[in-house]
């Protein structure tokens, strides 16, 4: 039996920015118990070339949602990345939650096959077929931010773990 494109994507975004939520918590927690301004923690970049925090979590939220509306024919919300603190990017995250709560799978089942195109860069498209998309660019650009902020997170000292990460793995 195959899987359908809603459950390959829904629960997977869900889980994930779930996750990073409960890493955001855990980092205000922490920057409150060390006494720091937790803007410390949401400009951080792992590398000079690298994006800050903030745009980790923002990225992470934004391909979760623009994958399920591309795939949907649903209109994405509209966000305007002016999120600066550790509360106001769990809002965000929030935000994306419960817009993808919202999404009745019978929008994204079927739709393996079809043609979704999307930025890549600033001045080029790609275009795949919608299984694809979803699991060969979206999921993988999720993982990798909700990754890097936790890296972020770990590196300066947040009590985070791989239970952490994993927190939403039982559903």
């Not at 195959?2 to 955001?24: E, G, V, Y």
């Not at 391909?63 to 106001?88: G, I, M, Q």
């Not at 079927?110 to 795949?128: A, H, N, Y």
């Amino acid at each position: 039996m195959s899987i359908s494109m809603s459950s390959a994507s829904l629960p997977i975004f869900q889980t994930m920015l779930t996750n990073l939520s409960h890493l955001l918590a855990k980092a205000q927690t922490h920057a409150e118990a060390k006494k720091f301004d937790p803007s410390v923690l949401t400009q951080y970049r792992l590398a000079p070339d690298m994006l800050p925090f903030t745009r980790q979590v923002l990225i992470a939220c934004d391909a979760a949602k623009l994958c399920v509306a591309r795939l949907s024919d649903l209109e994405a919300p509209k966000f305007d990345d002016t999120e600066t603190t550790l509360v106001e990017l769990m809002s965000r995250i929030q935000k994306t939650l419960d817009w993808l709560k919202s999404v009745p799978a019978s929008a994204l089942d079927g739709t393996e096959l079809k043609s979704i195109t999307f930025p890549v860069g600033k001045d080029k498209t790609r275009t795949m077929n919608g299984e694809d998309y979803l699991k060969h660019w979206a999921l993988p650009n999720v993982f990798f931010h909700v990754t890097t902020a936790y890296a972020i997170l770990r590196h300066n000292g947040v009590e985070i773990g791989k239970a952490d990460y994993l927190l939403g793995a039982n559903p």
